[in-house]
């Protein structure tokens, strides 16, 4: 059988080692899926219900393996579904490469049905973008989209009229005027590792032998080095701060590590950052700059793989350019061991207050239920290797806080881009990579209901994902948002009562169960992770309880105080969370 230039396409990817691919045909992508058809026995082709979660979880694929994530899209509508899926991907700095259909070259500018020009919408997104128009391009272009994902960390796309998908791809169909050819090449991309430069380990050396009161600052780009992050930190006597994306670093029992930092962080970490007298940041750039220390307070040393991310949030002293684990191997022997501990001794010992008071809040007493037990009992039940993906809101306050990293699990939320409803279809991609995994997706009912149809996709193909619905009937994250600027909340609960997504899950042949008495809770949750197929635990829990900051600062409360003056509804819920709340800490 002649070879097209979908087939084209498909083989190319099976030799970069592809193995999977995420999509939603249409009449754009058929001689694409020709293609896939065509090498279904190396290449699987999973048929989701939403382009935009095909998207997510190849960015979720990526994630988790460190390798190339695909998804494909039909022309016009489809691909532009694909866009939220792939800014995720940009912005968290993983590979994906897009495919989508394109109307047929002859039609091209007459205002032909879906005519969207999709090389000019993704001019933005995608670090190579290119429309194929000519058979002779392939495979080449591939390998230049794939290599661009690859080494860049981003997103490439390539999109494909209709009439050349189909065309067979020996075909020469042009005089070739000019002294070029087409592109020839061979799937292989050269990676070799950053190494830091000797002249600036040394700067960042003399830095940090200097400092008195160090903190370091860990990121999901230190996720291959815990045992160097873990290693510099005993040796410099510096608690361990983590990003959110960067949970997974080091585990979060260890006696080094203070927790999170922002909004969503612990109290200890903000309290440090406000002291320490230099920075260690490594693998991360993290984006809230308010919750660093202020300018002329400390002196920075950053470490990262991407050199324009170098100094861009403080002026850095000793910025080092390089793969955070050799990096820090090569500064180890550098750094002189700490004579003085009581910096990190005093942080060790607000942090173990710390989770004194987050363990207070897991009570198994409160009706409404705590969405902190719920985390909770998602927590003490998980396997020790298992993966939790988190979607955007309230729920990412409780999976920082109450999910333990310890052993071999992992964490994974959209970190840049922060946006609802990945949390499912990461955990489907995620399953699809690693199928002797527990795959746990923590979400809330607003994320769950946008993408929820591609529940039935794990069904459908019998992956054995779990999924735990923090289901408080609002889009609760939005809704203290608007409190602490000083508003009254507006427009962001629904109607009682909360929705019973457990149907969906049996509609669909899964377990399903529906939680609004917390003593059923726990049995529920260990059940829905002991079934050998998918699974979702539908939990009603407290509309009314704030994810509290880690350290209330003055504006905070003069601003929520100002919201209950204005209007504020659910006024007695919420005080009554809010008092209940501290109680259980004071009593701890």
Known sequence: MTEIVGESLARRLVEWGVDTIFGLPGDGINGLMEGFRRHREKLRFILVHHEEAAAFMATGYAKATGRLGVCAATSGPGAIHLLNGLYDAKLDHVPVLALTGMQETSVLGTHYQQEVHLDRLYQDLAAYNLMVTNPQQMPGVVDLAVRNALAKRTVSHLTFPNDIQVTPASEDPYRHVGPGSPPASLPTCALPPLRPVEEDLTRAAEVLRQGERIAMLVGVGARHAREEVLAVAEKLASPIVKTLPGKFVVPDDHPLTTGGLGLLGTAPSEELMEECDTLLMVGTSFPYAKYLPPDGQARVVQIDADPTLLGIRRPTEAPVAADARLALQ??????????????????????????????????????????????????????????????????????????????????????????????????????????????????????????????????????????????????????????????????????????????????????????????????????ALAHDGPALVDCDVNPNEPPMPGKVKYEQAKHFTEAFLRGQPHKAGVLATVARDKINQLLS
């Open 330 to 527: 090569a500064l180890l022997p550098m750094l002189e061991p700490a004579k003085d501990r009581s910096f990190l001794e005093k942080y060790q010992r607000k942090m173990d207050a710390w989770r004194e008071e987050m363990k207070a809040l897991q009570d198994p007493s409160r009706d409404p239920i705590a969405p902190q037990y719920l985390m909770a009992c998602v927590d003490e039940a998980a396997s020790g290797d298992a993966i939790l993906t988190c979607d955007s809101g309230t729920i990412a306050t409780w999976a920082a806080r109450h999910w333990t990293i310890r052993g071999g699990r992992e964490f994974y939320l959209s970190g840049n881009l922060a946006t609802m409803a990945p949390g499912l279809p990461y955990a489907i991609g995620m399953q699809h990579a690693f199928p002797g995994r527990q795959v746990i997706a923590f979400v809330g009912d607003g994320g769950f209901a946008m993408l929820m149809a591609d529940f039935l996709t794990a069904v459908r193909h019998d992956l054995p994902i779990k999924v735990v619905i923090n289901n408080n009937n609002s889009y609760g994250q939005i809704l203290w948002e608007q409190i602490i600027l000083g508003y009254p909340e507006y427009a962001v609960r629904h109607r009682q009562p909360e929705a019973d997504f457990s149907a969906w899950a049996r509609a669909c042949g899964a377990y399903g169960a529906k939680i609004k008495d917390p003593k059923d809770l726990p049995g529920a949750i260990r059940e």
